[in-house]
């Protein structure tokens, strides 16, 4: 490094249990994905009072089912923070009066955006599940509905400042187009669900991971939640054999510098 270059500043991501993150990029920007904290039994006590998570800008939503949306609209509110989301989700929950349209964004998949500014391009990329929502908050006896349309399942890629990009891949089953995340982003990191039974278990994660994403590192979540995703990492190692991927068996509340 030539002198008087700065090195550059370390990703921080932070798992909360089942598929929920805090991650920190350059400048101490703070991303939350699928807050699902108050009434996961993974998430760590710290961490199920919501201001333990210190200030949020941007929070990114899969999609609506309850276990990643819970405290969508309390975090939204007590922090200020942007939220994307897919068309769908975005607007009914905006016309629901849960979300401020003004701090909204609804996009869909194949779009880029950058709210935190240019050092940090989320990019919505497929996911293979269902999509509704059921968020605290909707009035069935006024809507005439409880579940609300939450349209497509998603993921997303990050990408800080060009130097280390991470892909969170939503619950989903295995596709073909992982492989178009690989030829497009090149993850360095990936979040993926190995559950089973909403999601890909540890055999069809690592054929994704091996055969299609092919990141350098990956994260396993979506499992151990509830009894029905009793799927393990060691598991999830095991399918891998000996394909180039580490398997960081990170634990709820634990934090990575990448």
Not at 12 to 34: M, N, P, Q
Not at 109 to 132: I, R, Y
Not at 220 to 248: C, D, M, Q, S, W
């Amino acid at each position: 490094m030539s002198a008087g270059v700065a090195a550059a500043e370390p990703v921080e991501v932070l798992w909360l249990g089942h598929s929920a993150f805090r991650i920190t990029g350059a400048g101490g920007k703070v991303i939350v994905i699928d807050p699902f904290l108050t009434k996961n039994p993974r998430t760590p006590a710290k961490y199920k009072d919501l201001k333990a998570l210190g200030k949020v800008e941007l929070i990114l939503v899969t999609h609506g089912h309850g276990d990643h949306v819970v405290d969508l609209v309390e975090l939204a509110k007590m922090t200020g923070a942007t939220v994307v989301a897919s068309f769908e989700l975005a607007n009914n929950l905006v016309a629901l009066g849960v979300l401020d349209g003004a701090k909204t964004i609804a996009m869909n998949k194949g779009g880029t955006v950058a709210p935190l500014g240019p050092g940090v391009k989320v990019h919505m990329v497929p996911a293979e599940h269902s999509s509704s929502t059921d968020l605290p908050g909707l009035k069935p006896e006024t809507t005439g509905v409880r579940h609300v349309s939450g349209g497509t399942a998603v993921g997303y890629v990050m990408q800080f400042e060009s130097r280390f990009t991470i892909y969170h891949a939503g619950d989903t089953d295995v596709f073909g187009d992982m492989a178009l995340i690989h030829k497009f982003f090149k993850p360095d990191l990936a979040l993926v669900p190995i559950g089973g039974h909403f999601t890909m278990d540890p055999e069809r994660a690592a054929y994704a991971l091996r055969e299609l994403i092919r990141p350098r590192q990956v994260i396993p979540i979506h499992y151990g939640t509830f009894p029905v995703i009793n799927r393990t990492p060691a598991e999830l190692k095991a399918a891998l054999a000996n394909a180039p991927i580490k398997v960081l068996d990170v634990k709820p509340g634990e934090a990575l510098k990448f």
